[in-house]
């Protein structure tokens, strides 16, 4: 006996307002259900003969895009089973299973991310979910048939539209190419539309894409006068630390004061530097960049910069304050989100009047920038960032010592 599938309205129930309730109807071996689609409107304004909702209704478009969707996934499941029919608790099973025949984008890549975060930094899977939930915004459904190059036009259009800046919307474009890919990969979609679309990488450096040194020295002075608290002075903190070391806002999270490795350098006095005269110890702070497993070296040449280390804390006894090391298993710096982070800095920005458009990541151009006003050579300054070995700066890397790090920021750049 075939199975067969309806779509209509509850006629036995409605609500105080009218409205009834919409329904998939299931019959097999003579047996029926109705399996809710969450979905109640007035029956004016529901088209049977199309089985659509009029546009009448508010939310027609929505609406009729979960009617499809679930439509859809019902016959996939009847055809799957022509032969033999699902039993009516059976076919509930499989249409609750959100997996099973899914032709929804979002509910399959949502799946996709949480198989690749082992993979992935927490700040990548981070952007992939919250590209997701933005498109969701602008667009609640999202079929694979419906990715196409003309969608993807569209969405471009739309970010425009909201105001965000085309190196914001080409960064959200190469997420979401990797994520079409993995629906690709899985042989939901035939070809990424994105081979036809071009990805264009913004690289230059605007004025409002870095502080100088005197609005540096503006934020310190905040910074040492107390004049944030709480999660703002957090973020200030590694802010202007990143300014002065580079290291990028994906790495705060896991650094350790074990990471602090010390450096003993020796200073020769007489012209042929035969005669050694002061011995000094500094540290690199050494750790493996996730993004590119790159190990960086940041030198801590300067008090300003200990001082946001915090390495010490104070212990009240008896006798009176004690003075102590923090332990190497201990966090240096306690991140938060970036949202909250941006957005702090933001204010920040605007109470110490620089009138600058400021991320957390400008920190890092700030530094490079710096870096090259002062004459800091450039496999010196790459090593620092821990940037991916290039031909150009591969054998620098292999020569490179830890002292010769220390002796350029040492002898070019103390803050």
């Known amino acids: 006996m075939k199975a067969t599938l309806k779509i209509l309205l509850r006629t036995n129930y409605q609500t105080k307002e009218g409205k009834q309730q919409l329904c998939l109807r299931y019959t097999s071996y003579r047996r029926t259900t109705f399996i809710g689609l969450n979905i109640s409107i007035h029956p004016k304004h529901w088209n049977d003969t199309k089985k659509q909702i009029k546009a009448s209704e508010p939310y027609h478009l929505h609406y009729n895009q979960l009617i499809k969707q679930q439509t859809h996934k019902a016959e996939t499941i ?5 032969l033999k029919p699902l039993p009516v608790a059976e076919f509930i099973h499989q249409m609750k299973d959100k997996h099973y025949g899914n032709t929804d984008f979002y509910t399959f ?5 949480e198989l690749i975060q082992s993979a ?10 919250s590209l997701i939930n933005k498109m969701k915004e602008w667009k609640p459904a999202l079929t694979f048939d419906e990715i196409t190059l003309d969608y993807i036009q569209r969405f471009h259009d739309h970010e425009i539209k909201t105001g965000n800046q085309l190196s914001t919307i080409y960064k959200k474009h190469a997420n979401f190419k990797f994520l079409i890919g993995l629906a ?11 081979d036809k679309f071009e990805i264009k990488k913004i690289t230059k450096a605007q004025n409002n894409d870095i502080l100088t040194e005197e609005e540096l020295q503006k934020l310190q002075h905040a910074y040492d006068n107390n004049t944030y608290t709480g999660g703002k002075k957090e973020v200030l903190r590694e802010f202007l630390f990143s300014c002065y070391t580079s290291l990028s806002y994906a790495e705060f999270d896991n650094v350790t004061y074990g990471d602090l490795k010390p450096v003993t350098i020796k200073s020769k006095s007489d012209e042929n530097q035969k005669e050694e005269t002061t011995i000094t110890t500094h540290y690199l702070l050494c750790n493996e960049r996730k993004k590119t497993n790159v190990m960086y070296k940041i030198p801590i040449i300067s008090k300003t910069v200990e001082q946001l280390l915090e390495r010490e804390v104070t212990i009240k006894t008896k006798k009176g304050e004690e003075h102590k090391d923090k332990e190497s298993f201990q966090k240096i710096f ?4 970036n949202q909250p982070t941006n957005r702090y800095l933001k204010e920040i920005m605007k109470d110490q009047h620089i009138n600058k458009t400021m991320t957390f990541h400008r920190a890092r151009h700030t530094f490079r920038t ?3 006003r002062r004459g800091i050579h450039d496999g010196i300054a790459e090593r620092i960032m821990g940037h991916a070995e290039g031909n150009d700066i591969k054998d620098i890397y292999t020569h490179l010592h830890d002292e010769d790090i220390v002796r350029e920021m040492k002898d070019k750049w103390i803050v």
Not at 334 to 337: D, E, M, Q, R, Y
């Open 370 to 372: 710096i870096a090259a």
């Open 184 to 194: 690709v990969d899985k042989e939901k979609i035939a070809k990424n539309p994105y």
């Open 109 to 113: 890549i949502q799946n996709e991310i």
């Open 78 to 82: 009847i055809l799957d089973n022509y």
């Open 334 to 337: 306690s991140p938060l989100t």
């Open 120 to 129: 992935r930094t927490k700040g990548t899977i981070d952007n992939y979910k």
